[in-house]
């Protein structure tokens, strides 16, 4: 087994490890790092429960080395937000009833920030063209897509009232 | 939050926190100190015996600690998730379908467990196998159990009739009489969490702890306690938390018995997950059913009489389907007046995975082939479906009232719930729009609103819940129901609220965990609301009497002039006032505060609900659920004629709630249940090649439905609010209603827009065009 040392910043915290070179990206933030409200369930990329993002974009950490973090930041569902300062599309997520079992939600929550960085008013149809590497399995996707747009109507809110100043709330992400 | 959260409010789910910030802990997410990791090693063949198990060779493997052979544990009893004890910890003697579990690794990593599953060396002696239910009956067919088994008989796992009716008369007195065949397909739960389960075994305390992603977990806890000589009260099975569940998550499963059997002997926690292959190919999936149905009527579209004959296969162990398809029969002639029937049908046991529990539980099965065959008849007789529906509907002067079947039925507005819905998706423009290729499906489905006595096994329907009040006047209510995401805390919180005025914050809500919470049956069906939730609200009311005699003597009042506002107990029409929890202090602390006689005590109450409902006779008949409810759905389909495929553009649903203690989580929980079903309806089946092997048991061929596939359903999904007399909240249960017509509803939709009945399920693109093309050929 070869192994390689890999340093890289998890939710803004510097973090050195030793791990086996083709230890998969999830499974060393679940295993190693402990984070484990990143989810694994499916065996072939197809869920997207173990969404997080690398250097600010979106991945599937089990499509992932985890020795192609090196040197770069990972953001994880815990660096998103904390009980009493949500993310606001975790806020969204709860206020929509857009959580059942939860699995998947980590995983939702991750894709539908990143997505709303870079399409900050999106239209219904695309917000669904955005979720289609996730399953949910419990929701059917109608709250989750509503969620969705209730976050982009909040962030948008939001920029207008600081003026394009804001930074994000859960620091992951500059 | 400063009030009380009440019935009737959509109070935002408490628990949301937890699961959206990830910190809601899984099986999967534990992380006890000297964790061991177990994989099982299952059969390659079908149907074989097994000669012989050299574990040597994984033994010798760095980080493999034991392996677990069926010799270790020829001297378990069987097990079963219903009354047919046909399964063992580990294929005794003989492997039954490909991914029967043999033999058991438990090594250091997941990854040196998966790795050890090849060095375990298996002697295998082939056998025939058959893997379908009709095929099974054949007189040469070979026998999967041929050990003696209650009531198996060859291949019969288990036959049931339900009867009702001058079936003969009926039939002679038919202007028209309209055969078909039906078949439903092999779909899976395939909740998001896959099964697992972590146990660990305190020697010195001789006390076994199993976390598992379950839905029963004292029924589990029995089976599991039986299954290892241990007394029931040294085995303690909790419940984290469970990512989706849909029925297949319930009983004893073998991973949960080699977790135990593994923490006992290395000592250390060990752990089974199942990858998603092995949940998609070892776990229980939907029964598949042949249905041959012959329906009698007039010419004005009168059903007279429905006889049918069910081959429901239960693949290779019987778990609960024997139950799956008495609830069928049961319901299969539906919300319509239908004065005589003949239902027969069998269990037949195949060399496939095992079917069973999954949400609906038969009810889709026979929703499905019933809304088909009454769409054939209407057409045969130049009749709207929904005009041939409305001639047959029961009425309201039918209730209350009993069917022929023997359901007891107090209310099911299942003719307002057909005009709302039709109302809201306008019905009667769409016919008037004839859009090429658009098809228009429109269905009516009876469902228990309760919970079924129907458990083989147990003349006994409860759940259980008890109130600890703390002398702060807050409150710790455990119950035995398992949520896997329907809810349940959200639930409890506000009866409590409602009964007691306590806030949300102040009562804490624990669930199946056998060492803290009281006996029942667990979560499954639609039960947790009316079972548990009955529960709750008899211990609730019964804590605040306690607490109104004794409030009374503090404010020198009579207990009856007494009400509840705000966290207060208040002499009505007065300011005088004593806050709950200055009472719960007063009992707790205060003998000379007391009324005379009574001494300080703990606030305890515990109660249970045992569903009024009774086990049907042998001819079926018998009020199996303790009520119905109903719904009409209509849903819109456009299909493409060059592919076949069909896309669901629009959906409305009129469903009876009884009453909604919560309505978005109701929505929420329709919509959840009406995507399933449109997986079922269009693409969900396990696939198996001509040796039994799983073809598509990985997400990327097993298509469950994206966010694509879904219409964004909101406002058309009615609740209709009947309030049921039954239940003391008035409300019934919804977490199946939602999958259950689906299928019905777009094999409806589909045979509107192609002139072509789909019998079969999935509808698939294929089998559409196939359907299209049939058809043009025959009309040149
Ligand atoms: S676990 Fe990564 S996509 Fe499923
Ligand atoms: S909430 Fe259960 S899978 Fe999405």
Redesign the pocket.
């Known amino acids: 087994m070869r192994e390689r040392r890999i340093t890289l910043l998890v939710n803004g915290a510097p973090v050195t490890r030793t791990l086996a070179v083709e230890s998969l990206l999830r499974d060393f933030i679940r295993d190693d790092l402990g984070l484990t409200g990143t989810k694994a ?1 499916c065996d072939d990329g197809m869920c997207g ?1 173990c969404a997080v993002h690398l250097d600010g974009a979106p991945v599937k950490s089990c499509l992932v080395l985890a020795v192609e973090a090196d040197g770069r930041a990972i953001t994880t569902i815990e660096g998103m937000g904390r009980p009493g300062a949500l993310h606001p599309v975790q806020a969204a997520m709860a206020e929509a009833f ?8 980590p995983g ?1 929550v991750m894709t539908i920030a990143a997505f709303l960085e870079d399409n900050p008013d999106p239209s219904t149809d695309q917000i669904r063209e955005a979720l289609v590497g996730n ?5 059917g996707y109608v709250r ?1 897509v509503q969620a969705a747009r209730a976050a982009a109507q909040a962030g948008r809110a939001l920029r207008a009232t600081r003026a394009g100043l804001a930074s994000d709330p859960a620091g992951g992400k500059p | 939050m400063t009030v009380a959260a009440r019935l009737g409010q959509s109070l935002p789910k408490v628990d949301n926190v937890a ?1 959206a910030t990830g910190s809601a802990r899984y099986v999967g997410d534990l992380r006890p100190a000297g964790l061991l990791h177990g994989r099982i090693v299952r059969s390659p063949l079908a149907h074989a015996m097994v000669l012989g198990v050299d574990a040597s060779a994984a033994l010798a493997l760095p980080g493999v600690v034991c392996v677990i052979r069926p010799e270790d544990v020829a001297d378990l009893p069987g097990f079963s998730l219903a009354h047919i004890k046909d399964q063992r910890v580990l294929a005794a003697d003989r492997v039954r379908f490909v991914g029967d579990p043999v033999a058991a690794v438990i090594a250091v990593s997941e990854a040196i467990a998966e790795e050890a599953l090849d060095l375990v060396i298996v002697e295998y002696q082939e056998l025939p196998a058959v893997f379908d239910g009709e095929a099974a009956l054949a007189a040469d067919a070979p026998v999967i159990h041929p050990e003696p088994l209650d009531g198996v008989d060859g291949n019969v796992c288990w036959r049931q009739v339900c009867r009702a009716g001058d079936i003969d008369a009926a039939f002679a007195a038919a202007d028209l009489v309209l055969r078909e065949r039906f078949r439903t397909s092999k779909a899976h739960a395939m ?3 896959t099964h697992g389960a972590l146990a660990e075994w305190d020697a010195a305390e001789e006390h076994l702890t199993l976390w598992s992603s379950t839905q029963n977990a004292h029924t589990l806890r029995d089976d599991l306690a039986d299954t290892l000589g241990l007394a029931r009260s040294r085995v303690r099975v909790i419940k984290p938390y469970v ?2 569940a849909f029925g297949h998550k319930e009983g004893l499963h073998s991973h949960e018995a080699l977790a135990a059997l593994g923490a006992m002997r290395t000592g250390r926690p060990v752990r089974f997950l199942l990858t998603r292959h092995e949940e998609f190919g070892a776990t229980v999936s939907r029964n598949v059913m042949v249905r041959d149905v012959e329906l009698a009527l007039r010419n004005d579209g009168t059903v007279l009489a429905w006889r049918e004959r069910i081959v429901q296969d239960c693949g290779a162990y019987a778990s609960i389907s024997p139950s799956v398809l008495a609830l069928s029969e049961f319901v299969t002639v539906g919300p319509y007046r239908t004065p005589a029937l003949d239902i027969q049908g069998v269990v037949a046991y195949t060399n496939t995975p095992p079917a069973g529990a999954f949400r609906g539980f038969g009810n889709p099965q026979a929703t499905f082939t019933r809304e088909l065959m009454f769409d054939i008849a209407a057409r045969r007789l130049g009749l709207d479906p929904a005009e041939f529906r409305r001639r047959n509907l029961l009425r309201s002067e039918d209730l209350p009232g009993t069917t022929a079947n023997g359901l007891r039925l107090q209310t099911l507005p299942i003719g307002e719930c057909a005009e709302r819905a039709m109302a809201a998706i306008d019905y009667d423009g769409l016919r008037r729009a004839r859009i090429p290729w658009r098809g228009v499906g429109i269905v009516n489905m009876i469902e228990w609103g309760g919970s079924c006595r129907w458990h083989p096994g147990y003349d006994a329907d409860t759940g259980s819940v008890t109130v600890t009040m703390a002398p702060d006047g807050s409150l710790t209510l455990g119950t035995d129901a398992a949520d896997s ?1 329907q809810g349940h805390a959200t639930l409890f919180t506000q009866i409590a609220g409602e009964i007691l005025g306590v806030r949300a914050d102040q009562v804490r809500v624990v669930m199946a965990d056998t060492d803290a919470t009281p006996w029942g049956l667990g979560t499954y069906g639609s039960r947790t609301a009316v079972v548990q939730g009955s529960a709750a609200y008899r211990a609730l009311t019964l804590l605040r009497d306690r607490l109104a005699v004794v409030a009374a003597h503090l404010l020198e009042a009579d207990e009856r002039d007494l009400v509840l506002e705000a966290g207060r107990f208040v002499v009505a029409g007065t300011d005088r006032g004593v806050p709950v929890g200055d009472v719960a202090a007063v009992i707790h602390y205060d003998r000379s505060a007391l009324p005379p006689g009574m001494e300080p005590s703990a606030l305890v109450v515990s109660a249970t609900w045992d569903e009024p409902n009774e086990i049907p006779d042998a001819n079926g008949r018998g009020s199996f659920s303790g009520n119905y409810s109903c719904s009409t759905t209509i849903a819109v389909v456009d299909v493409d004629p060059e592919t076949g495929k069909v896309t669901v553009v629009d959906w409305a649903c009129a469903e009876d709630v009884g009453r909604a203690l919560n309505p978005a989580i109701v929505t929420t929980q329709l919509q ?1 249940g009406i995507a399933q079903g449109i997986g079922f309806a269009l693409g969900e089946e396990l696939i198996l090649d001509e040796s039994g092997t799983l073809m598509n048991g990985s997400m990327a061929d097993y298509q469950v439905p994206t966010s694509l596939m879904i219409p964004l359903m909101e406002e058309r999904l009615i609740h209709v609010e009947s309030h049921d007399p039954v239940h003391p909240m008035g409300h019934k249960g919804i977490g199946e209603s939602g999958i259950t017509p689906p299928a019905a509803a777009i094999a409806c939709a589909v045979f509107d827009a192609i002139g072509v009945p789909i019998t079969s399920l999935p509808i698939s693109a294929e089998k559409v065009r196939a359907a299209i093309l049939a058809r043009v050929g025959s009309q040149r």
């Open positions: 369930a429960a857009a959580i059942q079992c939860g699995f998947c939600t939702m399953i949910c399995r419990c929701t989750i | 699961l909740p998001m969490e990512g989706g995401g959840g």
